[in-house]
């Protein structure tokens, strides 16, 4: 039986608490121990509950949001927080993960939404734990190098457009990413950020017998600051160049030299494929509300699953296009494909397509959208996950000292 998840909801309005915990008393998993009307409050709840979460609103008296979620992650790191705001500017969001939250929402919620969030933070907050405990215990947190492979067994579902705004809004917080699209008979990364390369992947596995990083500088289109693309062939017949083992050696190259690369792959389960996912750290399934699409995917982990892979810890899944008007709904993808979902990303046909002809990631052209913002809390995610976290000390006085007389 699944483990009953305890939260506590801190919001300064009576209704907004109610209407919170009039929801959530609709789920079987999830139970309200506790309400707070402000940050100083709720961390006097918190010497006497336990709560696996705290649902936090932002602009309340006494203590907002920002400074208790800093205050409680410090304090009491086995407790996840989940902010709950009417702001939608993405400053807010990223203050707010920075604070310590594990994931931002945004008023109104529906009940389906808070409910698979709440427990998709719970497991990984569950697993976070099982696998950094020494790490917790020190608030230390140890920066790695991350590769993040973008996957589909369908084409058309939003996953290179993912691909390459993830990288944009990674390398706007101002960590070197690589991009390198390893869809190599039609990629086109380096059509959506308006790139011409001279060379591409294709050139440098004919013209080099041996890869390293001094060699791959050479191959790199600068895109932006602290982004760099690894162009796929310019003509399909060229992907032949390409073999797995080079395509490996050139990953573990790439890894020493950035902070983060990113990976887009064609929807074709073929050597190329798997030479990508032998190499990497976490693969992000790109989804839609679409039963072919979610029929083709499952498959895809069955298949990773026979050859060994442990799809519970390598695999984590996006749903693209995401749309409450949709007849699919997140806890139907969740169930065929028997995870909680990591993140959404909405359907705006508009921004995404004028990003697309400009050549410039929505994430730099149009920071203010919703898809932006959406964009920015995956990025944080996975920051989270690969250790880039300010180190606190002595968290226990500085929740004392903070407070008030």
Request: charged share 25%; glycine share 6%.
């Amino acid at each position: 039986m699944a483990q009953t998840i305890q939260v506590l909801i801190v919001d300064d309005s009576d209704e907004v608490r109610g209407s919170i915990r009039m929801l959530l008393s609709l789920s079987g998993r999830i139970e309200v121990v506790g309400e707070a009307q402000n940050g100083e409050e709720a961390l006097r709840r918190l010497e006497v509950l336990t709560p696996d979460i705290v649902l936090m609103d932002l602009n309340m008296p006494v203590m907002g949001g920002l400074e208790a979620t800093e205050r409680i992650s410090a304090a009491f790191p086995e407790v996840a927080v989940v902010v709950l705001s009417v702001q939608d500017d993405v400053e807010y969001v990223r203050q707010s993960m920075r604070a310590g939250a594990k994931d931002y929402l945004f008023k109104p919620v529906s009940g389906d939404v808070l409910e698979a969030t709440l427990i998709q933070v719970y497991e990984s907050s569950q697993a976070r734990v099982t696998r950094n405990t020494v790490a917790l215990l020190s608030d230390r947190f140890t920066r790695q190098t991350r590769i993040v492979a973008l996957v589909s067994a369908k084409g058309g579902v939003g996953k290179t457009t993912t691909a390459v705004n993830l990288a944009a809004a990674l390398a706007s917080e101002g960590r070197r990413v690589a991009l390198v699209d390893c869809d190599l008979q039609f990629g086109d990364a380096a059509l959506m950020v308006n790139a011409k390369p001279y060379r591409t992947i294709a050139d440098l596995c004919k013209e080099t017998r041996e890869i390293d990083g001094e060699v791959l500088e050479n191959y790199l289109e600068s895109v932006s600051d602290n982004l760099w693309l690894l162009a796929a062939p310019k003509r399909p017949e060229e992907a032949e160049y390409v073999s797995p083992t080079q395509l490996r050696v050139m990953l573990q190259a790439l890894r020493r030299r950035f902070d983060y690369v990113v990976v887009d792959t064609a929807p074709v389960a073929n050597d190329i494929f798997f030479g990508v996912i032998e190499t990497v750290d976490h693969v992000l399934c790109v989804n839609t509300l679409n039963v072919a699409v979610l029929k083709n995917n499952r498959l895809l982990l069955d298949l990773l699953s026979q050859l060994g892979y442990d799809v519970n810890e390598l695999v984590r899944h996006i749903v693209c296009r995401a749309s409450s008007k949709s007849g699919v709904k997140l806890r139907d993808a969740e169930k065929v494909l028997t995870t909680e979902i990591y993140s959404e990303i909405d359907n705006d046909y508009t921004v995404v397509e004028d990003s697309i002809n400009a050549g410039v990631p929505f994430v730099v052209r149009d920071k203010s959208s919703r898809l932006s913002k959406q964009v920015f809390v995956l990025a944080t995610k996975l920051e989270e996950e690969a250790g880039y976290r300010v180190a606190r000390k002595n968290p226990l006085r500085r929740l004392m000292g903070g407070r008030g007389n």
